[in-house]
């Protein structure tokens, strides 16, 4: 899995030349060279960023400090030198124009502010307050990112600013054992079940929609929008622990397309609505509406399908089970309960040490040396782990 829609922005120079393709609307500026040829314009903020420009003082004053390159009076730090963009803190830019990073004044931390347009996404907002307020804020079992803060900027009544915590990719970096995709799995159904389980049906939860906190693996974090840098841009980021050592809250996003329903309603039904994941069988030659919650089954089941059991070795005690939440038919798919109950049985029937295995991704086949030097690390790290007493299955505490 790699996210396309995350918290943590674009990385790299192949990044920054992204953007251009994800959003063609925007062009870069361009300025003349010597030769009669035009050449990107590095030292001003792309069309898309202007609005952060525009509103960087007022969302000072509700509390949210932008970067300098959002400042009004921001002059390039690179500006005729040599230096590539990129490599300076303020030539960093995000990958999508509707994310941006800030610091919260009160405290330091960092967040991220998503730009949500109310027409366009009429039911994120209120699903995303409804998830962040009690008593479902606390409940154990509550993996729905919690919001901040939410700003109705002044001046487009359409455009509200969500203010999140920063979020990474789940997938990043790569799981390390069978215990730890086991956790990942627990906890990622725990949270679809509450969230049936309040009748919210989801309705995109494919990959790019599950992310963890980063703080237990990376406790000084990065810069927000190059992760491969330290948070103050001086040096590379520290390298993370694992899941096992420092283990991981993991948290759905994303509620643009969700929906709720009234518990009375014991047949809910909703128009077919395409999101990330466009394999749903029932959506391939049909319009009719349809109950949005077996959906959801055979989202989190191609998931795993598609990530886990194509590309790595030793998860296949998990085939029956996804192959259940996969079916064509989505009538014979299972409830979220019984996908959690037939989780739970799975994880009794494994010993410790079967948790404690390395999860081999299959290119390793193409790469001795590396499936080597994994081998040799996992087994040190296994010893360590087992005399330190660190669980097999990497239970976060919160």
Known sequence: MSSSIDHTGCRDRASLELQAVVEPSVARPTEPTTDGKFRQDYTVLWPSELFWR?????????????????????????????????????????????????????????????????????????????????????????????????????DDEDIFIMVMPLLRPCDDPRFETIGEVMEFLRQVFEGMQFLHQCRVAHRDCMDLNIMMDPKPMFPDLYHPMSDTMSREFTDEAKKPYTRTARPPKYYIID???????????????????????????????????????PTDIYYLGNLIRETFL?????????????????????????????????????????????????????????????????????????????????????????
């Open 54 to 154: 525009d509103h960087q003082p007022w969302l000072a004053e509700r509390g949210y400090m932008l970067r300098p390159r959002y400042h009004p009076d921001w002059v390039a730090s690179y500006k005729d030198t040599p230096d590539y963009p990129w490599d300076s803190e303020d030539g960093v830019v995000p990958l999508h124009s509707f994310l941006l990073d800030a610091t919260r004044i009160s405290d330091g931390e960092v967040v991220i502010l998503k730009k949500v347009f109310r027409q366009r996404n009429p039911y994120e907002i209120d699903m995303n307050r409804y998830f962040s307020s009690e008593p479902l804020k606390s409940h154990p079992r509550n993996h729905c990112i919690q919001i901040y803060d939410v700003l109705a900027v002044p």
């Open 255 to 293: 509620f643009g397309l969700s929906l709720r329903f009234s518990p009375d309603d014991t047949n809910p039904l909703a128009d077919p609505v395409e999101g990330g994941d466009r394999t749903v069988p029932e959506f391939q030659n049909s319009d009719e509406p349809r109950n949005p919650f």
């Open 310 to 398: 194509e590309k790595t070795t030793g998860l296949e005690f998990l085939k029956p089970l996804v192959d259940d939440m996969v079916q064509d038919d989505m009538t014979k798919r299972p409830t979220i309960d019984e996908v959690v109950e037939r989780l739970s049985k799975v994880l009794r029937s494994l010993h410790w040490w079967n948790l404690r295995k390395r999860l081999v991704e299959n290119i390793e086949a193409e790469d001795a040396m590396k499936r080597f030097r994994r081998r040799w690390r996992h087994f040190f790290r296994t010893v360590g782990y087992t005399l330190t007493f660190k669980s097999p299955l990497p239970v976060p505490h919160y």
